[in-house]
């Protein structure tokens, strides 16, 4: 083969390969996978570190540690479809960017807990149907961002404290 022949073939290869690479479907990871650095953990544990000020949320974080089997979460295909912490006594602001990055959520439920500060810009979980925020300590408007969530079937915002 020519060399300027197996070059266009060098070329082709690797540009292949770098479109395959970056245009491939985004993978979806099976349960019992060691994934330390899944974006759902970190905005978990982004959540947890402003929130859970008494640690009541016990997440292990072993080697082996699998988040789809902590207690408030469940998962589908391998992403956080579910975030349940009722009646877990986190306190302090919710954090912007934290719970927002979890696209994958269908179910957050922050019930009764003290949570205070403005409720922040939840309109990228664009999968939400369920949204809990009743019971907490949260000022401020309403928030608009709850407006663009289409999929929402239910959605308590009632700021009661009782
Ligand atoms: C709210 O959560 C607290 C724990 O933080 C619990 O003791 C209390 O019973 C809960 N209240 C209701 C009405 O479920
Ligand atoms: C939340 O509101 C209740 C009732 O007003 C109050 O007793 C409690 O101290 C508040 N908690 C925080 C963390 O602000």
């Keep these: 083969m020519s060399k300027p ?3 266009a073939l060098l070329h082709l290869f690797i ?3 770098v479109f395959l690479t970056c245009s491939s479907t985004p993978i979806t990871y099976p349960p019992h996978t060691n994934l330390l ?3 759902d953990v970190v905005s978990i544990l982004s959540f947890k570190s402003k929130v859970d000020l008494d640690n009541t949320l016990l997440y292990a974080l072993n080697q082996r ?4 089997q902590w207690r408030d979460v469940k998962c589908a295909q391998g992403r956080v479809a579910r975030y349940t912490l009722q009646n877990s006594g986190l306190r302090g602001v919710f954090p912007a960017n ?3 990055r979890i696209d994958q959520l269908r179910v957050l439920s922050l019930h009764n807990n003290s949570l205070s ?3 922040p810009d939840l309109s990228s979980l664009y999968n939400l ?3 809990f925020l009743d019971r907490n300590n949260f ?3 309403f928030p608009p961002s709850t407006l663009f969530l289409h999929r929402i079937t239910t959605l308590d915002l009632s700021l009661t404290t009782v």
Excluded: N, Q, R, T
């Design 5 to 7: 022949k197996l070059e």
């Design 15 to 17: 540009f292949s390969w």
């Design 37 to 39: 650095f899944s974006s």
């Design 65 to 68: 540690f699998d988040y789809c």
């Design 98 to 100: 934290s719970l927002s």
């Design 117 to 119: 500060g403005p409720i």
């Design 129 to 131: 149907k369920s949204l």
């Design 139 to 141: 000022s401020g408007a």
